[in-house]
């Protein structure tokens, strides 16, 4: 099998290079016993391009997890239910240097993530499906299989704020863009279920220019609002993850 380059080692948050880690060891059995409520595989039999994906996923869940949770607490954001547009895009941007992250560089060039591989990479994180509420376990369930169980579920911790003021704000200026539950549109990636510090680093990135957002200059939307309006939103899209979970039904 060929080598895999660390994909994603830091999708969104810049960091110090690292050696591409092995190949993801196997799943222990137990995980195959999880309550299947848990569970973001597919139910059907998986296709050689959902394997491919899987495959080329293996190194990425070194930083992002298994099942493209993310990691550290939102240093390593979520990528499952990522839009598949969006990751598609953002790769290509890390290659053609559009966005500036240094350790993506060495791993998003065509010799060592082809288009292909882009392609089959995102689209496997963007059909993971992340439960927001534990599962019912059996008595029978043991320590292992709660585990691995509980390392899927995706809850988000809800912050400070004007709950409504985040909405009204939100419903005004962000939805066109990123969908009136914040699902994302196109290449507009989605907001509800990825860890609230994280989106307020990018926030803080697109405000001094670090990263592009989708205007040019300092008279886009996030310069229009105020700081508080952006902690008000942040706790409004903690508010929808059940919304999240009954869209992916």
Same mark, same amino acid.
């Given at each position: ?18 050696? #591409? =880690?092995?190949?993801? #060891? ?5 995980? @195959? ?14 296709s050689a391009e959902?394997?491919?994906? !899987? ?11 298994? *099942? ?5 607490? %939102? ?7 990522? !839009? ?5 895009? &953002? ?14 560089? #060495? ?16 689209? *496997? ?5 992340? =439960? ?28 400070e704020g004007d709950?409504?003021? %985040? ?20 290449? *507009? ?12 680093? @990018? ?8 990263? #592009? ?17 952006? @902690? ?8 929808? &993850? ?8």
């Amino acid at each position: 099998m060929r080598a895999l380059p660390i994909l994603l080692l830091s999708l969104f948050c810049a960091g110090a290079l690292a050696a #591409p =880690p092995k190949k993801a #060891p196997a799943r222990p059995a137990a995980a @195959q016993e999880a309550p299947a409520a848990a569970a973001p595989a597919a139910a059907h039999a998986p296709s050689a391009e959902e394997d491919k994906g !899987r495959e080329i996923n293996g190194v990425c869940a070194a930083c992002h997890g298994e *099942f493209g949770q993310g990691g550290k607490r %939102g240093e390593y954001p979520r990528l499952a239910g990522q !839009r598949a547009a969006y990751l598609k895009d &953002q790769l290509k941007s890390f290659r053609a240097r559009k966005r500036i992250n240094l350790p993506m560089y #060495p791993y998003t060039q065509e010799r060592e993530l082809p288009d292909e591989d882009i392609e089959a990479v995102s689209e *496997f994180l963007a059909a993971i499906q992340l =439960p927001t509420k534990p599962p019912e376990f059996k008595d029978s369930d043991d320590a292992l299989t709660r585990l691995l169980a509980m390392d899927k579920v995706m809850i988000i911790p809800r912050v400070e704020g004007d709950i409504e003021n %985040g909405k009204k704000v939100y419903q005004k200026e962000c939805f066109a863009c990123h969908g009136r539950t914040g699902r994302g549109r196109g290449k *507009f990636p989605m907001l509800v279920g990825q860890y609230s510090n994280y989106l307020k680093k @990018q926030v803080d990135a697109y405000l001094k220019g670090e990263r #592009p957002h989708d205007e040019e200059g300092t008279t886009g939307i996030l310069n229009r609002i105020t700081e508080k309006d952006i @902690q008000d939103i942040l706790a409004y899209l903690t508010t929808l &993850q059940d919304i999240e979970t009954a869209e992916a039904k």
